[in-house]
């Protein structure tokens, strides 16, 4: 029996692609936290959220980038938020997103060739 993966996980576990091939298991979660990050819309926000003074920030700060409804900004945000890119939290009537730094490291790591 092989022990389930989440993208997360998977992505914080595999060594460097250029050390050892990834698991086909590894490979399928892995993909999961890339194709979320493969839409430009998404892309963009993540690196909007990222850089933003303190890692975070709220839908009502990313809205004006983007020529999109705040619903459709919201669908992409909660695409990356359900691969373990983005922590969220509702604060009154708006929620703040920050980037969960350390997966972005480590998929730095994965791609990138250096010990995670």
């Known amino acids: ?10 992505v ?10 990834l698991s086909e298991d ?3 979660q892995a993909s999961v936290v890339l194709k979320a990050l493969g839409d430009p819309v998404r892309l ?8 933003h ?7 009502c700060d990313l809205n ?3 020529d999109l409804s705040q619903p459709t900004i919201s669908h992409h945000l909660k695409v990356l938020h359900d691969v373990g890119l983005l ?9 703040y997103y920050r980037a969960r730094s350390e997966v972005l490291q ?8 250096q010990a995670g």
Do not use: H, Y
Request: charged fraction near 20%.
């Open 12 to 21: 914080a576990c595999c060594s460097p692609l250029s050390r050892e091939p």
């Open 1 to 10: 029996m092989s022990l389930e993966l989440t993208p997360v996980q998977a």
């Open 44 to 51: 963009r926000l993540m690196s909007l959220v990222a850089s």
């Open 106 to 113: 480590n998929l730095a790591s994965l791609i990138g060739g």
């Open 26 to 28: 590894a490979a399928e």
């Open 64 to 66: 004006d980038a983007f």
């Open 53 to 59: 003074e303190g890692g975070e920030a709220c839908v």
């Open 87 to 95: 922590d969220r939290e509702k604060r009154g009537v708006w929620v």
